[in-house]
C-alpha cells in the first residue's frame, strides 16, 4: 500500500495534466516533442557545440527580459521561449 502524502498528490496531479496534455495534442494531430535545439532555432537564439548551458539559459533570460520586459528565472525563461518557439513553428498569431 502507497503512503499519501503531498508529494504523492503532485505526482498524481502532474500525472493527469500530462495525460490532459497528451489527448490535446492527439486531438490536434502534433508531436507533444520538441528538443531545446528546435526551439531555441525557431526563435534565433544562439547555439553551438562550444556554448554551455549556463549561456543557453542566460540567452533565453534575455530574450524573455528584452521581447517581454519581464525578469523571470532561468526554467521560467526556458518556458516562455518554448511556448514563442510552438507558435513560431505552427504558425501561430
Known amino acids: 500500500m502507497y503512503a499519501y502524502n503531498k508529494t504523492t498528490k503532485a505526482v498524481r496531479w502532474d500525472k493527469n495534466r500530462e495525460g490532459t496534455f497528451k489527448t490535446t495534442m492527439e486531438i490536434f ?3 507533444n516533442t520538441i528538443r531545446p535545439s528546435s526551439w ?3 526563435i534565433n537564439l544562439k547555439q553551438n557545440k562550444n556554448i554551455k548551458r549556463e549561456q543557453l539559459k542566460q540567452e533565453a533570460i534575455d530574450y524573455v527580459k528584452e521581447k517581454y520586459n519581464i525578469e523571470v528565472n532561468d526554467d521560467i525563461a526556458d518556458a516562455i521561449c518554448i511556448g514563442d ?4 513553428l505552427f504558425n501561430i498569431d
Open 29 to 31: 494531430n502534433m508531436d
Open 40 to 42: 531555441r532555432k525557431a
Open 85 to 88: 518557439a510552438v507558435l513560431n
